[in-house]
């Protein structure tokens, strides 16, 4: 089994099983942070597909997703399949640190206006 830290809202994805209640930091900048930690009963290499590449969002998360291409390191999505790069309605998660087949680290750091807990 593989142990991820991932958003909040991915609990809510049918391959995760939550472990706890999460643990609620401040950071420097006084923003609060919450992460999950989780217990993913797949294999490392499909839950290493299945997060950080944009196929694999498509394939339980969203109908659209794809990489930044200014920044390799931002996954950018949308619960419109007609969205595009850029757009208000978009969802961005930059990947802050990974071990490939391990483990994963990745905030929000752009979602639409008004969506719930951002």
Known sequence: MLRQIIPSALLLAPIAAAQG???LTTQAD???ALAHEVIVDAPAAEVWTAIPTPEGWRGWAVPAAWRDCADPNVLETSYDPAARPGQSQ???QRF???VPGRSLAFP???APAGFPDF
Do not use: H, Y
């Open 21 to 23: 209640q999460g643990q």
């Open 108 to 110: 929000t750091i752009k």
């Open 90 to 92: 978009t969802i961005q």
């Open 96 to 98: 802050t640190d990974a």
């Open 30 to 32: 006084g923003t609060l």
